[in-house]
C-alpha cells in the first residue's frame, strides 16, 4: 500500500498556537498523499497534539491518547502519535507509563510527522523530544482548521516571561521571533487562498521582534500586515502589558485594518500578587495602559484573562481583584483557578489556597462579569456590526459569526443572525443587533 491509501485522524487539543501547529502537521501529511478522517475508527494511525498547560489539560491528552489507543483494539488503527507539548514535557513518564502510545513527537518534532507515522504503519516506535528551537516548520503547508475566513498566525514561539506559575518556558523554549518577511509571506498566502482575518498568536505578541530585531517590531510589522490586499482584519491576542509602547497602540490605531480588540492578560491586580507572580508592571501601570487604549482607540474592546487563588491570595487581595473587575468593566473576561504546575517557582510557595476557596473566588469574579457582559451586550443592541460568517446554527434557523468584538476561539460569544437570501461561511455582511444575551447576540442581515 502506498500512503495514498492510509488515512489519518488527528486530535487537536489546547490553545489556538497548537492548533497552528496541528494544522502544518495535516498540510505536510496532505501534501504526502495521506487522507484525513474525523472518523477514528477508520484511522490507521491517531495523531494527539497534547497540552501540557495546567493539570485538567493534562488529564484531557491523556484520556484522548488511551481512547486513541482503544481503537488498536477496535478499529484498524496501527499506531497513536502523541505530540506537542505533554509530549515533550512528560517524554519520559509517556514512555515509561504509556506502552500503548507508539511515537512521541516534542515541539521541535513536527516536520517529522511523516517519518512517525511511516513508523507507526512499519509496526516502529518513533521519538523526537530534542529541543533544536527550529521554527522552520512554521513555514511548511499547513491545512486551516479553523473556521472559513480566519487562520491564526504565528509570530514567534517560547517565552522568556518566566511567570512564577507557568511551565510554558519550560515546555517551549526561550523567545524566538519569526522573521517578518516570512509571516508577511505567510499572510499573503493565506489572503490569495481566501482568509479575510488573520489572527497573530504568540506566546507574548507584544515582545514581537526583540529578539532578532533588538528591539519590539510588533508596531512595524502591523504596518507591512495592513498593506496586503485581500486582507480585511488583522487581530492581536496575548498582549504583555508591559510592553505596550505608545507606537503600538498608535498603530493598531492607525492601522484601518487592524480591528479594535485588545487582548490583554493581567492575571491580578494586586501588586504583591504580581510582584510573587513575577509579572513585570505595577498596579498604575496596568491601569494606564487600559486608559491609553480606550483613550485612543474609538470602539475597542479589552479581554483580559484572571488567575485566583493563586498561593498567599488573602481575602484583602482577593478583594482587590473584585473591585478592579467591577471598576474596570472589560468588554470580555476569563478567569482560571490556580493550578500548581511542577516544576514552577510558585509550585513551592506557601499559602496553597483550598480548592472550594478557589472555586468561590471564581465563581464570583464570573458572576461580577455576568452582569457586566450584559450590560455591555445591551448598549449594541440597534447597531450594525460586519460579522464574519462563520456557520448555521444546529437548528438551521440562523447564521452565526463574529464582529471585531468577538475573538475566535469561541471564548467571547457569537453572533447569530436571519438572513433573507443565503450567505457563505467566509463572508463578511453587514448585521443589525435587535437582542442582547450575557454572551451571544441575536440581529438580522441588513444590506446596505
Ligand atoms: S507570559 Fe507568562 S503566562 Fe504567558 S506564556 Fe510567558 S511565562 Fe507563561
Known amino acids: 500500500m502506498n500512503s495514498k491509501e492510509y488515512k489519518i485522524s488527528l486530535v487537536s487539543l489546547g490553545c489556538a ?8 502537521m495535516l498540510g505536510i501529511l496532505k501534501d504526502s498523499g495521506y487522507i484525513m478522517t474525523d472518523d477514528m475508527n477508520e484511522a490507521d494511525v491517531i495523531i494527539v497534539n497534547t497540552c501540557g498547560f495546567i493539570e485538567s489539560a493534562k488529564q484531557e491528552a491523556i484520556d484522548a491518547l488511551l481512547e486513541a489507543a482503544s481503537h488498536k483494539k477496535t478499529g484498524v488503527c496501527r499506531g497513536v502519535i502523541a505530540a506537542g507539548c505533554l509530549a515533550q514535557r512528560y517524554y519520559n513518564e509517556i514512555r515509561a507509563e504509556l506502552p500503548e502510545v507508539d511515537a512521541v513527537l516534542g515541539i ?3 516536520a517529522e510527522i511523516s517519518k512517525a507515522v511511516e513508523s507507526c504503519l512499519n509496526g516502529r516506535r ?28 504565528k509570530i514567534s514561539e517560547g517565552c522568556d516571561n518566566r511567570c512564577s506559575y507557568c511551565a510554558i518556558p519550560y515546555i517551549r523554549g526561550r523567545f524566538r521571533s519569526r522573521p517578518m518577511e516570512e509571516i508577511t509571506a505567510e499572510a499573503k498566502r493565506l489572503a490569495l487562498a481566501g482568509v479575510g482575518e488573520i489572527v497573530l498568536i504568540a506566546q507574548d505578541t507584544s515582545r514581537y521582534g526583540k529578539d532578532i530585531y533588538s528591539k519590539p517590531c510588533l508596531a512595524e510589522l502591523l504596518h507591512e ?27 493598531m490605531n492607525d492601522c484601518d485594518k487592524v480591528v ?31 486608559r491609553s487604549f480606550r483613550e485612543k482607540m474609538k470602539s475597542c474592546v479589552i479581554r483580559t484573562s484572571l488567575i ?10 482577593f478583594a482587590e481583584l473584585e473591585e478592579f473587575v467591577r471598576e474596570t468593566r472589560f468588554d470580555r473576561l476569563g478567569v482560571f483557578e490556580y493550578s500548581p504546575e511542577e516544576g514552577t517557582p510558585a509550585f513551592r510557595m506557601r499559602g496553597k489556597v483550598r480548592a472550594s476557596v478557589k472555586k468561590e473566588r471564581y465563581d464570583s469574579i464570573m458572576r461580577i462579569q455576568q452582569d457586566i457582559s450584559l450590560e455591555n451586550n445591551r448598549k449594541r443592541v440597534g447597531k450594525i456590526y460586519d460579522v464574519l460568517v462563520e456557520g448555521v446554527s444546529d437548528d438551521g434557523i440562523f447564521y452565526y459569526g463574529r464582529s ?22 467566509g463572508s463578511f455582511v453587514k448585521v443589525k443587533i435587535l437582542i442582547a444575551e450575557e454572551y451571544d447576540l441575536t440581529g438580522c442581515q441588513i444590506s446596505v
Request: proline letters at 6%; charged letters at 25%.
Open 126 to 153: 518513533y521519538d523526537f523530544n530534542r529541543i533544536t528551537g527550529d521554527m522552520t516548520y512554521l513555514d511548511m503547508p499547513r491545512v486551516i482548521a479553523s473556521e472559513k475566513g480566519s487562520a491564526y498566525i
Open 225 to 251: 500586515l495592513n498593506g496586503i490586499d485581500g486582507i480585511k482584519w488583522i487581530r492581536v491576542m496575548y498582549l504583555y502589558p508591559d510592553e505596550i509602547a505608545e507606537e503600538l497602540i498608535n498603530a
Open 108 to 110: 521541535n518534532g513536527y
Open 17 to 24: 498556537k497548537n492548533q497552528v501547529d496541528s494544522e502544518i
Open 308 to 317: 485566583v487563588g493563586f498561593p498567599g491570595e488573602t481575602d484583602g487581595e
Open 260 to 290: 479594535p480588540y485588545v487582548d490583554l492578560p493581567l492575571q491580578h491586580i494586586n501588586a504583591r500578587i504580581l510582584s510573587d507572580m513575577n509579572r513585570r508592571g505595577t498596579p498604575d501601570e496596568i491601569r494606564s495602559v487600559i
Open 404 to 425: 471585531y468584538a468577538e475573538g475566535p476561539d469561541n471564548i467571547d460569544g457569537r453572533i447569530y443572525f436571519t438572513a433573507e437570501e443565503p450567505v457563505e461561511t
